[in-house]
């Protein structure tokens, strides 16, 4: 999991160049997150990490943190085993 972390902190990071994200810290309520991002975060995780995320995974909770995204790419990849 703490390499997944890796990879997700260093995506973000483009993003959030001024900030150093904490992995519980919400990037929905810092007001860091349009529509376009969201989809950059999901076209990042797909080709990432290799896995398909569908319309019914779409759920602002497993994108709020880095913790939160990388228990959701945990749980895609167990899937897909």
């Known amino acids: 999991m703490?390499?997944?972390k890796l990879q997700i902190r260093a995506f973000l990071s483009r993003?959030?160049?001024k900030r150093t994200l904490k992995e519980d810290e919400?990037?929905?309520s810092l007001g860091f997150v349009n529509s376009l991002f969201a989809m950059q975060l999901v076209m990042f995780l797909e080709k990432e990490f290799?896995?398909?995320i569908d319309n019914k995974d779409l759920d602002f909770n497993h994108f709020r943190t880095i913790?939160?995204?990388a228990a959701f790419v945990e749980n895609k990849l167990s899937i897909n085993k």
Do not use: Q, T
């Open 2 to 4: 703490e390499e997944i």
């Open 15 to 17: 993003f959030f160049r």
């Open 26 to 28: 919400d990037i929905f």
């Open 50 to 52: 290799e896995i398909k």
């Open 67 to 69: 913790d939160s995204i």
